[in-house]
């Protein structure tokens, strides 16, 4: 996945104008949703990508980054079709709060150099290397619990892409791909490359950050080289960049072990030395990574609390579509209590006690990934697609056939049913709000009669494309449950929603 290297992006005026070259719409996707600009971004550390404009996503409202590959000869294209289009959708599924999200991609065979292009999460945050610049510029030096939580989410994204089937090697892991949001959110991008290398084209030869490319890379390309490329950057966060290199253009190995040696810390600069180690071997994965003394802590009660309360998404104020399920906390009520075995009076914590903000703050946090639970079951990506979906075939123009309708791949996680009798027709409206894996919501509403088969609706919901198909039963049953008895004994009104939450 690829996205913007923002040291080089040329900034706004302040009256958020821009000139008519920078906004003129170049090209637009087949569905037409995603419009290619003018605005160029930077691009200068991601092998493989030959182009990348601004773009903007019309449904969202937000930019994108619109990614090109080309072929130098149609011949190559085709005969590497069926690799690309297994990588692009595999890489299209990939959902993890630390990687970059890769939203669509689609060929275009018929221009004169084929290309593959893929639209990606647009970054406006600076990158890592740039915050360490300004760091080092101002003399301040990087505060441990900052590295260990950065190096945390880091890990957490590897292990992500590590653990697909087959595993996914970003190869491109320096200080310039990865990306800081304002909140403290680490997000890695360019995972693309290695797939790009891989079945589509060849790395350029004159490449920066070489220091971040592991010995063995020309010979065998494994995860473990994503570790070497992520003990480089660590070492770099440590100790504000190497020792006596010139600006990361070439980087001696004597400049490396300097600024290794001057790690003050031993938990860390062990960390490091096993993360860099020259035999490929003697490197542990990105999950054993994350048990090292340095960076494990064990998850306090409260961390355990927000991620579980997260994850009960239908007790989420956002969540909740009918008022009745609003009531006011009581600030006396006690939210946690601790017996002791001794007979002393027990530890009781009440509402009143904790900030509300301060509360508020932490949850957002845990739901953005910024505070991940690695003692426990990782996220894992999802099975890699048997068989390739046909991309899109384009000629860079507006395609006049409508774009198939898309297979929903996200899972239901929390789901509310409710029916109301109409005002002026024998037929009840039946109401479904399903909260999506990726913390969004879908709200569905249809009229119904008894005529209707709640595994019919649920056909229905898949073949449109508004739930995956593995929820079919799930949300069948559930509008099963919810009509029946409504349907045979009448309906006097509004009724209270059930509320189904999914394991």
């Known amino acids: 996945m690829t996205e913007a290297d923002q040291e080089n992006h040329p900034p706004k005026t302040d009256s958020g104008d821009e000139s008519e070259d920078e906004s003129e719409v170049l090209e637009e996707s087949p569905c037409g949703r ?37 072929f130098s ?4 294209f085709k005969a590497q079709q069926d690799k690309i289009r297994r990588v692009f959708d595999n890489l299209i599924q990939l959902d993890h709060p630390n990687i970059i999200k890769f939203h669509k991609y689609w060929t275009d065979s ?4 084929p290309r593959v292009i893929f639209i990606t999460e647009y970054m406006s945050s600076g990158s890592l290397k740039q915050f360490l610049k ?9 505060p441990l619990k900052a590295w260990k939580r950065w190096c945390t989410q880091i890990l957490s994204a590897l ?13 491109n892991l320096t200080c310039d791909t990865i990306f800081i949001q304002h909140n403290g959110l680490i997000k890695i991008g360019s995972v693309a490359p290695d797939a790009i290398h891989t079945h589509v084209k060849t790395y350029r030869e004159d490449l920066k950050n070489m220091h971040c490319i592991s010995p063995e890379y020309g010979r065998s390309v494994t995860v473990f080289v994503d570790i070497y490329s992520f003990g480089m950057c660590a ?46 071997t003697k490197r542990p994965t990105a999950r054993e990574l994350l048990f090292h003394p340095v ?48 007979g002393r009076e027990p530890v009781q914590v009440k509402y009143s006690s904790i900030p509300a903000l301060e509360i508020e703050k932490f949850l957002e946090d845990v739901k953005n990934g910024i505070h991940p639970l690695t003692a426990f079951a990782m996220p894992r990506p999802p099975p890699s697609r048997p068989r390739a979906i046909t991309p899109e075939l384009t000629e860079s123009v507006k395609s006049e056939t409508p774009e198939p309708i898309d297979i929903e791949t996200r899972m239901v996680t929390n789901m509310t049913c409710s029916v109301k009798k109409g005002e002026d027709t024998p037929n009840v409206q039946l109401t479904i709000t399903l909260r999506m894996d990726d913390k969004m919501n879908r709200q569905l509403q249809c009229d119904i009669s008894q005529d209707d088969n709640s595994m019919v609706l649920a056909e229905e919901l898949v073949h449109y494309g508004f739930i995956n198909e593995l929820d079919r039963d799930k949300v069948a049953h559930m509008i099963e449950e919810n009509i029946h008895g409504n ?17």
């Not at 300004?134 to 990087?142: D, L, S, Y």
């Not at 010139?246 to 030395?273: C, M, R, W, Y």
């Not at 909740?320 to 600030?331: G, W």
């Not at 349907?487 to 394991?503: C, D, E, F, H, R």
Request: proline share 6%.
């Open 34 to 70: 995603w419009q290619k600009r003018r605005e160029e971004v930077e691009q200068r550390d991601v092998p493989g990508i030959d182009n990348a404009f601004l773009a903007m996503d019309t449904e969202e409202g937000v930019e994108v980054v619109w990614n090109e590959v080309q």
């Open 73 to 76: 000869e149609k011949r190559d």
């Open 110 to 113: 018929k221009s004169e150099k």
């Open 159 to 171: 292990s992500y892409l590590h653990s697909c089937d087959p595993p996914i090697i970003h190869g």
């Open 295 to 342: 960076l494990f802590e064990v998850h306090t009660l409260k961390l355990l609390a927000a991620h579980t309360f997260v994850k009960n998404s239908s007790i989420l104020p956002e969540n909740i579509a009918d008022e009745s399920h609003l009531s006011k906390m009581d600030p006396n009520q006690i939210i946690v209590e601790i017996v002791r075995k001794d």
């Open 134 to 142: 300004k760091t080092k510029k101002n003399n301040k030096p990087f």
């Open 235 to 280: 070492l770099e966060m440590a100790a504000l960049g190497i020792h006596g290199s010139d600006n990361g253009n070439h980087v001696t190995d004597e400049a490396i072990q300097k600024t290794l040696q001057s790690i003050e810390i031993p938990l860390q600069k062990d960390f490091l030395s096993k993360c860099i180690h020259p035999d490929p």
């Open 487 to 503: 349907l045979v004994n009448g309906i006097g009104g509004s009724q209270s929603p059930i509320v189904t939450p999914v394991a």
